[in-house]
């Protein structure tokens, strides 16, 4: 069959071809799954013309390619995006209409790969679909993992976790290579001998190995014709593995083995921002980033091409440090295998990787034990070492005698356990080293990485998160879409900032009626999907204030949670009237590390603070919590175009960029917000006037730490904390047991490490300016355009032009 043609006629035919070779079923046998499969082959088959050749162009033309090397992508629904990419949408459409089906159930058939904990997965996925569609070759390099981010339910409240098993049901979008496997070694020893030439090498002699199988995904540029390469290793057990012990007849330790192999991409670390040092996890790093080289270096360049060069046909751009192993494994290939001198492979290693980081909290940077990277990896210790011994000797020749500031900078360090700093190892190779939000880029510098600003000042640079306006604007909120093309013609969803456009149409009350409209249609299909997922019941005509986000201390669920508490508690009291309350539901999503304590307390908290606060009418139904489980990106999708308050309320200095800022700023939601990460862009960007903005700096922050903060003493001064927090100790949310729930109160009111109680004063304050400006709907209209208006800076396409002037130095493909 030749290309199938943009008709529904022609779309019908190729469906039901699929239908019959793909599933073996007719149409009137066929289940749900069955036709779901059969529209993907289907859209699949439409691109496929649009990847061989973007991949024969981008060989052809010998140009550099962006290796993204990610142990994350937060992908999120694949079918909607391919057929907006394509096109295809409304010839799909009607030719499932025309077979009596219908799009919107076949889509609702479709497990999201999860491949992500939360914002850095999510950027990834961001980036990829903007490089797609910018046309600048990139290959995304990861994991395929068999469960990503677990399923979370809730089982009285608490957070239980279930796995993902997103593989189930088949999956449409993926193209297995066996063919193409690499091998990955592992563990054994290092030796030292003389070459045929008398020069002094070393060679690894590894003692297991394992094969990644490459998994090939389509990433659709928009309408451009482009479809760019995303590739997940899976691992399976190599044949010399299992047959070593089977030919000594264990037979079943030899499948045991094999089990062993594979288990290395068998699940994504539910933990964000937090690395655990599990020994399984440095094994996954290794795993893809060492078949992600060898793919490379062998599938992408032509035959005898010079090494010495690799940097003209590629930069690896590591997403944080979990991909930085692929530092010494570079080394390792150019030095041992290419019989490179240091100097010279040093020289090339170092302009093929840049750097991002993502954080700022210490507990965040992954040190590796040396003990268990010198038993999994022993001569990339050992290189790890070299390479520290050259830059230290480049640290003490800038400053001389400073011993001190050598010990902090040194790629290991000496704790109960001696260890690998990922972040210096990073720092040291990489041509440039970046934020992702402005003020985040500053307190790198000034602050996390100083010393290493100081030797290399011009290695750093920012580069502002963004999100796709494809994903999060155009599929999301089509309605919204609709509006504005409409109003503006279609070309700003390739181009963000056309959005400044909008301005004028701020005070045109036929736009504001119609924009109102939008929103409120967002509001009734959210309310019927949470009904029919949830069974949540969301009232009309609320102000729906939202935090979604992973759980963590420092983003300050407990302080949005501690605003409810004494809002009810204040009508409770009588301090304030039931009928003075601005109607209004907040709605959490969130999933917490299944190890981390706190943030599992918190949701169990919130659970049953929604659970009393939902049921007592005193509220007179004017204040609801709803909590739906297993936030994920098909949710986002349907929530964030139905928001009006965007919470983005974390401790100044903590939130490297945020980016589901971005996302409610976009779909028209005011952001309640403090001055961090890139809220601080978007304040600047929208006005003062358009943001709500509380709580203290981060230099107030630091100097509060410095003289020594003490939360007791918020509790005792301020009534209506004091009262929010004892309604709590009461046991009233929790049957009347008074302890349930002294885990995160006692901790708040003792520790309270990210100073909720020291900003809950400055935020209930800022939630009485949101009450005002919302009961003007005309005025708050009018914001939450200017909001829209202003943003366009936040597409992703704009983070990837920075990427390519700052770091990459290179440009799209014509
Ligand atoms: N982030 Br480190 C994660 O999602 N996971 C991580 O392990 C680390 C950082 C987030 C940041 O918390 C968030 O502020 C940022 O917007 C996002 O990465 C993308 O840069």
Redesign the pocket.
């Known amino acids: 069959m030749g290309a199938p043609t943009y008709s529904v006629d022609g779309f019908v035919r190729e469906f039901l071809h699929e239908l019959n070779t793909n599933q073996g079923v007719t149409l009137s046998r066929s289940s749900v799954n069955d036709q779901y499969l059969a529209l993907a082959s289907t859209v699949k088959n439409y691109l496929m013309a649009r990847w061989l050749e973007t991949n024969r162009k981008t060989q052809d033309a010998k140009v550099k390619t962006i290796g993204y090397l990610s142990a994350e992508y937060l992908l999120g629904s694949q079918l909607n995006n391919a057929l907006l990419a394509s096109d295809l949408h409304d010839i799909a459409a009607e030719g499932l209409r025309q077979c009596g089906l219908s799009l919107p159930t076949l889509r609702a058939q479709e497990i999201e790969p999860g491949l992500g904990?939360?914002?850095?997965?999510r950027?990834a996925a961001c980036f990829i679909d903007s490089l797609a569609t910018m046309n600048v070759p990139c290959i995304g390099y990861g994991i395929r993992y068999e469960y990503g981010i677990f399923r979370q339910t809730f089982v009285d409240g608490r957070q239980v976790e279930q796995p993902d098993t997103w593989l189930a049901l088949g999956a449409p979008w993926e193209f297995p290579h066996p063919e193409a496997s690499v091998v990955v070694n592992f563990g054994g020893t290092t030796e030292r001998y003389t070459d045929v030439d008398g020069e002094e090498r070393c060679r690894w002699n590894p003692e297991w190995n394992v094969l990644a199988v490459p998994y090939n995904y389509m990433v659709p540029g928009y309408l451009n014709g482009r479809v760019n390469t995303l590739r997940l290793w899976s691992a399976v057990a190599t044949k010399a593995f299992d047959l070593q012990i089977f030919n000594a007849g264990d037979y079943a330790q030899a499948v045991r083995a094999q089990t062993f192999a594979e288990n290395i991409s068998k699940v994504l670390y539910p933990e964000?921002?937090t690395p655990q040092g599990k020994e399984l996890r440095l094994q996954q790093q290794y795993f893809f980033v060492a078949a992600s080289l060898r793919d490379f270096i062998n599938n992408e360049l032509e035959e005898g091409f010079d090494l010495h060069n690799l940097s003209d046909r590629i930069i690896f751009q590591l997403n944080?440090t979990h991909p930085v192993i692929a530092v010494p494994e570079l080394m390792r290939i150019l030095i041992d295998e290419e019989g490179f001198e240091w100097e010279e492979a040093w020289e090339a290693t170092r302009k093929c990787f840049a750097y991002t980081c993502?954080?700022l909290l210490p507990e965040?940077l992954e040190v590796w034990s040396t003990e268990l990277l010198g038993r999994l990896l022993p001569r990339h210790l050992e290189l790890i070492y070299q390479i520290n011994e050259h830059f230290l000797r480049e640290v003490h020749e800038t400053f001389p005698g400073d011993e001190i500031r050598a010990r902090r900078m040194s790629l290991i360090v000496e704790d109960r356990e001696q260890g690998v700093r990922m972040a210096h190892l990073a720092a040291v190779a990489a041509t440039k080293i970046n934020g992702?939000a402005a003020l985040h880029s500053q307190l790198l510098r000034d602050k996390v990485l100083k010393d290493f600003a100081d030797l290399w000042p011009d290695r750093f640079t920012n580069v502002t998160?963004g999100v796709t306006p494809r994903r999060f604007v155009r599929m999301a909120n089509y309605k919204f879409a609709d509006l504005l093309n409409d109003t503006l013609g279609s070309g700003w969803v390739t181009d963000l900032e056309r959005l400044r456009e909008l301005e004028p149409y701020a005070e045109d009350e036929d736009f504001k009626a119609r924009f109102r409209e939008v929103k409120a249609w967002n509001k009734r299909r959210l309310t019927g999907l949470l009904e029919a997922r949830d069974g949540i019941a969301l009232p009309e005509g609320h102000m729906l204030d939202v935090m979604v986000k992973?759980l963590h201390e420092y983003k300050r669920q407990s302080l949005k949670l501690l605003h409810i508490v004494s809002l009810y508690e204040q009508v409770l009291s009588g301090k304030i009237a039931a009928a003075d309350v601005t109607p209004r539901t907040v709605l959490f999503g969130a999933k917490a590390a299944p190890g981390y304590r706190m943030a599992k307390d918190t949701i169990h908290l919130i659970n049953k603070v929604a659970e009393v606060v939902n049921n007592d009418a005193r509220l007179e139904g004017r204040l609801k919590v709803a909590f739906p489980a297993n936030y994920n990106v098909t949710l986002a999708e349907k929530l964030i175009p139905a928001a009006d308050l965007s919470e983005q309320i974390s401790l100044a200095g903590m939130?490297?960029?945020?980016?589901g800022n971005m996302k409610f700023a976009l779909n028209g939601a005011l952001t309640i917000g403090t001055d961090d990460?890139?809220n601080v862009e978007i304040r600047q960007l929208v006005g003062d006037e358009h943001f709500f903005l509380f709580g203290m700096t981060e230099p107030e922050v630091a100097d509060l730490g410095a003289a020594g903060y003490n939360p007791a003493s918020y509790y005792e001064s301020n009534e209506n904390l004091r009262d929010a927090l004892n309604l709590i100790l009461s046991g009233h949310f929790s049957g009347g047991n008074r302890h349930l729930f002294d885990s995160v109160v006692l901790n708040l009111i003792n520790q309270d490490r990210f100073m909720a109680l020291a900003d809950f004063q400055s935020y209930v304050d800022a939630q009485a300016r949101v009450e005002e400006r919302y009961a003007d709907q005309e005025a708050w209209t009018r914001s939450a355009i200017l909001n829209v208006a202003r943003t366009g800076y936040f597409s992703s396409d704009r983070s990837m032009r920075d990427y390519l002037q700052r770091i990459w130095h290179t440009t799209p493909m014509i």
């Open positions: 904990n939360g914002g850095l997965g950027l964000d921002s944080d993502h954080t965040a992702v998160n992973r939130e490297a960029s945020g980016t990460g890139a």
